[in-house]
Structures are given as C-alpha cells and as structure tokens.
C-alpha cells in the first residue's frame, strides 16, 4: 500500500511563494501518473496539475498555469507543486493523488474518481 504525504502548506501573503511536496512511502512509488487537486472552503475539490513518470508530460488547470509547476523527483519518490504569485483565491487544502485511470488526458486528468490513493491534504492560506 502506497502512502502519500504531502507537506509545505502555511500562510503566506499575496504575491508570495510556497513550494509543497508529496512524498511517497509503502511499496515502491511506481505511479506513473501524479496529480495535485485542492479544494477551498465551500467549493468542490478541483484539479490543479498532473505530471507523468517517463516524460514529465504535464497538464494545469487554466487558472495556474503559468504560475504553478508540477515536478516529480523519480527517486525520492516525491512529486512538488511550486506555487508563484499567490492569490487570496488560492487558499485552500491542496491534496496530492495517484492516478489510475487508463488514459493520460486532459479529460481524464480532471476527474478526481480516477486518482487513488490520496494524501491528507496540506493547508495553503494566503491573507495580507
């Protein structure tokens, strides 16, 4: 059983930084694809960003793109999020989560059913 922890979560303030982790424990990380959702108070959990093993082919949500990166360290077992120019929108729990599903798009990506298992989440606030 794979085990996902995430990390790097805190208050910041707009226009800060913040970089969270996701490492893997259990049995060997092998997933070959890697998601980042969040889900912000009252809101439905939302995809943020996808990475897959062999080629780091990635996928964003519109509203991070350009501003988030997804990366993976294959031997560490651990995939990041960095998150630049942060929003008060952005405030959220941010979950990381293996995808299972049988088709590495955007279509599929989006669908938060097709990851497991997931991690606890990490919370990000951004206030001034």
């Known amino acids: 059983q794979v085990q996902l922890v995430e990390s790097g979560g805190g208050l910041v303030q707009p226009g800060d930084s913040l970089r969270l982790s996701c490492a893997a424990s259990g049995r060997t990380f092998d997933a070959n694809v890697m998601g980042w959702f969040r889900q912000a108070p009252g809101k439905e959990r939302e995809f943020v960003a996808s990475?897959?093993?062999?080629?780091?082919?990635?996928f964003y949500a519109n509203s991070v793109k350009g501003r988030f990166t997804i990366s993976r360290d294959n031997a560490q077992n651990t995939v990041y999020l960095q998150m630049n120019s942060l929003e008060l929108e952005y405030t959220a729990v941010y979950y990381c989560?293996?995808?299972?599903?049988?088709?590495?798009?955007?279509?599929?990506?989006?669908?938060?059913?097709?990851?497991?298992?997931w991690g606890q989440g990490t919370q990000v606030t951004v206030s001034s």
């Open positions: 989560a293996a995808f299972i599903g049988s088709a590495y798009t955007r279509a599929y990506v989006n669908n938060g059913r097709l990851y497991d298992p």
């Open positions: 990475i897959r093993r062999n080629d780091a082919y990635t």
